[in-house]
């Protein structure tokens, strides 16, 4: 089936540092979303990218939808430890099933 | 407050036994969706269900059944058949199924 490689597989950053990850496809995605899991918890949504090219930013967040919409970045400015946790990317692509990524798992050490 | 509810938080069971999650969702959307994670990896969907009276299996469905009889609960019950029932399962609901899945806090359901 589909999948989305997602990158790094874990990261370990002292508290101030800026992080990237990124998901990448195979095939055109017609919406990227990217979700945070805390443990014990449901993922929640942080944010929505809907259009080749769309940059969002949610506070300290920033998510792009990459040109050739196989692709997606998510960035965090200034690291704080309650960003610690497990940050997923997931996309429509052909069908009405949502594909996830495997998770970049983040480690913030003060 | 508009939400998705998911009882019980953690679920004990005998190997051999059916135990059924509860999924309910009060933000009055058509889709919904079951999901199973393993420790260190992503989510792999069961089943979804795309509007009530109707649901669809998805990649892991043998050893699961659901049923829809409402619009706001899609209950999913793991049967004996499912050789590894022992997971971390998660429902989400969307307005529709190209709509953005917004997730409940999950139920762990661990086998003796």
């Known amino acids: 089936g589909q999948q989305l490689n997602q990158s790094p597989q874990s990261m370990f950053i002292q508290e101030g540092e800026d992080v990237s990850m990124n998901c990448t496809s195979s095939?055109?995605?017609?919406?990227w979303l990217w979700y945070k899991q805390d443990p014990g918890e449901g993922p929640v949504l942080l944010i929505a990218?809907?259009?080749?090219?769309e940059l969002t930013s949610n506070g300290r967040l920033t998510a792009q939808f990459g040109i050739t919409r196989k692709d997606s970045f998510l960035n965090i400015s200034a690291s704080i430890p309650s960003d610690v946790g497990i940050y997923f990317c997931?996309?429509?692509?052909?069908?009405?099933?949502?594909?996830f990524g495997t998770g970049t798992r983040l480690q913030v050490f003060p | 407050d508009g939400g998705i509810t998911q009882s019980p938080k953690y679920l004990f069971r005998k190997e051999g036994q059916n135990v059924t999650l509860s999924c309910e969702q009060n933000?009055?959307?058509?889709?919904m969706y079951w999901y199973r994670q393993d420790p260190g990896q992503g989510l792999r969907l069961i089943y979804y269900s795309q509007i009530v009276n109707d649901f669809q299996k998805g990649d892991i469905a043998e050893g699961y059944s659901v049923s829809r009889e409402k619009k706001e609960s899609f209950p999913l019950t793991v049967t004996s058949a499912q050789k590894n029932p022992t997971a971390f399962y998660l429902c989400a609901s969307s307005r529709s199924p190209e709509e953005t899945q917004y997730f409940g806090p999950g139920t762990r359901l661990l086998v003796l």
């Open positions: 997931a996309g429509h692509y052909n069908t009405d099933k949502l594909i």
């Open positions: 095939s055109i995605f017609n919406t």
């Open positions: 990218l809907y259009k080749a090219g």
């Open positions: 933000l009055n959307h058509d889709a």
